[in-house]
């Protein structure tokens, strides 16, 4: 035990000596090395006074003043570090098995305040409905064993990004523009092929599958997708491809763009998934869940995308629309259009669909174990480096998770005894750091 536990020790010092290199000044090492170690300890709270006083309880004042410093006011590159941490977790990720997928997403940081970079009223994950939150674009690498955040940036709404002020008051940077998220997304993954990271389909569900300019920005990266959509994203069927340039006038140009007319026009998704034979449908199976196996009934056929495909000369290309439709249920429930080769089998398409899934359980651990979301700084800077930090002591976790069996990442750090009087400032007076 004490061998495994000297080994992750040694891992984790040769990990912070790397991190160190990107960072810069030799004076940043100790902050860097407090911080992650106050993110992989136990505890309620991983905001920084809470892990100061786990990492030097009897200099709590000092300890917390230099990490604060560090994580809102230092001026180190967060992609850099985000860098190194996304090589270390997929070294061990690809031991396993090759990356299967780029996963597109997105996680909400409720808050009740407007003064935190980004704040605005908009659809949040995490609580399902519009509130009042934050919300950070992200692109993750995943196989079939693990996965591993590798792009991280807040999405800035229009408001902030027109507002002089609130620039300046929180220090968003003047390359910053407004983009909405799929826009965020393909920078990302422009990003990561420019890095000659691995080749595989991007994953994305219906709030950035669903757009029309997403999906082509993936082909144009020469990347196939596999993404979800809504249920009135329109869709010619099978030999129901758009009609031909009308016929050429005796003057003028000749005319060169598709048409339709009232009788002949493309279906929205749930309408052609509900047309589907019933001899069409299979049921498969795509891994083994907490509550069992998991399985569903699915169908695919070729279609054509049809969204103002009127102002197009030339037909679009076909690709698959996979449904699924639970036996339970009176409707299908989820669509996808996807540009993985033609000749992949049902099941292998079913799983990469479903692969989603670890993208949300990533971002669960790292809110419950890893304060994601407990950072309470409101600058632009503070944001992202307390993300790409939580990042990084999660890239190390799984990295050791992925290298030992049973896995004992952290077992060597301790932290050190709080005196009983000490209550992180606003508490209440019977609060204790847990």
């Known amino acids: 035990m004490a061998h495994k536990s000297n080994t992750a020790e040694a891992r984790f010092q040769s990990y912070l000596e790397a991190l160190g290199r990107v960072i810069g000044h030799a ?19 991983k905001s920084v006074e809470p892990m100061a006083a786990k990492i030097d309880p009897f200099h709590i004042c000092a300890r917390h003043q230099s990490m604060h410093h560090f994580v809102s006011q230092s001026l180190w590159g967060e992609n850099r570090v985000l860098s190194v941490a996304r090589d270390v977790a997929l070294a061990q990720l690809e031991r396993h098995a090759p990356i299967g997928a780029w996963i597109v997403d997105d996680t909400g940081y409720p808050k009740k305040g407007r003064q935190s970079v980004g704040v605005a009223r908009q659809y949040c994950g995490e609580l399902g409905k519009q509130e009042n939150c934050q919300v950070a674009v992200t692109v993750s690498a995943a196989n079939a064993v693990m996965s591993v955040p590798c792009a991280y940036r807040l999405y800035l709404p229009e408001r902030w990004a027109s507002d002089d002020a609130l620039r300046k008051k929180t220090g968003i940077p003047e390359d910053v523009k407004f983009q909405s998220k799929w ?31 997403f999906r082509e920005g993936i082909t144009a990266l020469e990347l196939s997708y596999m993404a979800s959509i809504a249920k009135d994203v329109s869709l010619w069927p099978p030999g129901a491809d758009p009609l031909p340039p009308a016929p050429r006038k005796k003057r003028g140009r000749p005319p060169k763009l598709l048409r339709r007319d009232e009788q002949h026009r493309p279906v929205s998704a749930e309408a052609l998934a509900m047309s589907l034979p019933k001899d069409s449908w299979e049921t ?30 030339t037909l679009r290309p076909e690709e698959w629309f996979l449904v699924e439709w639970p036996p339970e249920e009176s409707s299908p429930t989820k669509y996808w259009l996807s ?9 292998s398409m079913v799983r990469l669909a479903k692969l989603r899934w670890r993208i949300e359980r990533d971002y669960q651990e790292m809110k419950d174990e890893l304060g994601l979301n407990h950072y309470e700084g409101r600058n632009w ?3 992202h480096h307390h993300g790409v930090l939580c990042i990084a002591a999660y890239a190390f976790l799984i990295a050791e998770r992925a290298r030992l069996s049973p896995p004992e990442p952290v077992a ?11 209550r992180p400032r606003g508490a209440p007076m019977s609060s204790r750091t847990a």
């Open 27 to 45: 004076d940043r090492l100790e902050p860097l090395r407090s911080y992650l170690t106050g993110l992989l300890l136990p505890g309620k709270r």
């Open 412 to 422: 060597f750090l301790q932290a050190a005894p709080i005196p009983p009087t000490f």
């Open 284 to 313: 498969v199976r795509w891994r083994e869940g907490t509550k069992g196996v998991m399985e569903s009934r699915f169908s695919r056929i070729r279609v054509r995308a049809a969204h103002r495909d009127y102002w197009k000369s």
């Open 381 to 383: 800077r503070g944001f």
């Open 183 to 213: 826009e965020i997304a393909l920078d990302q993954l422009r990003a990561i092929i420019a890095e000659d990271l691995p080749a595989a389909p991007v994953v994305a569900d219906s709030w950035y599958g669903s757009v029309t300019s």
């Open 339 to 347: 540009t993985v080769p033609e000749n992949v089998d049902l099941r």
